[in-house]
């Protein structure tokens, strides 16, 4: 007896199932690659903690123009032209125009910065994200920004991001202490009512070795 022929109606029902199959393979390998993908994200995201080296950078100081190294301060090794300087401890406060935590925490460093003028602990200012905020920034409107609010720590400015980035600094303000080896001791993302008792403690301790 032949067989009949498979009908239209049955042909485009398997042609279906095998299409939903492939979808639903590919929709599972996605959502693999998407939790694959998120994980090693997160995991770079925190992959900069207490106890991990220091990004090294060069950023220009935004009034004086002038380079600054983090390894004419701290590291295992200090640069050629400053391995006759004793190493230093370096406090970073990142921070931009528009961000009002900021405002509170730039003048209690600043006042920090006096009580342990000539120690060994240098503060500095890392300008930075500004384009997130205000895509019409412009450096002259971040001198004005710390002439009008009267912040006398140098600054530094980032403008490509590529600093903040390599700190995993994602919002503002973000505070990091590094030690005179080099080595990240403080990482406080957003401002802590606060902080100072802390800080000033580990720099206290850093500072004395």
């Known amino acids: 007896m032949m067989r009949k022929p498979p009908s ?3 042909i485009h029902t398997k042609r279906a199932l095998f299409i939903l199959a492939g979808l639903l393979f590919l929709a599972g390998g996605g959502v693999r690659w998407a939790v694959a993908h998120h994980s090693r994200a997160a995991g770079e995201q ?6 991990s080296p220091a990004p090294t950078f060069v950023m220009r100081n935004i009034i004086s ?6 390894r004419d301060f701290a590291g295992t090794t200090l640069r050629r032209a400053s391995r006759n300087r004793p190493k230093q401890v370096v406090v970073l406060s990142f921070w931009a125009t528009w961000c009002e935590p900021c405002k509170k925490e730039i003048p209690l460093l600043m006042k920090m910065a006096d009580a342990y003028a000539g120690k060994p602990v240098q503060f500095f200012l890392v300008n930075t994200l500004e384009q997130s905020k205000e895509p019409t920034h412009t450096e002259d ?23 903040a980035d390599s700190y995993r600094v994602r919002s503002l303000p973000v505070l990091v202490v590094i030690d005179k080896d080099g080595i990240i001791r403080r990482i406080n993302r957003g401002y802590e009512e606060g902080f100072e008792s802390g800080l000033r403690t580990l720099l206290n301790e850093l500072a004395g070795g």
């Open 141 to 163: 409107s971040v001198k004005a920004a710390l002439q009008t609010r009267g912040y006398t720590l140098p600054c530094m400015v980032d403008a490509t991001g590529r600093v």
């Open 65 to 70: 123009g002038e380079p600054v190294f983090l």
């Open 8 to 10: 239209a109606e049955r």
């Open 46 to 51: 925190d992959s900069l903690k207490v106890g």
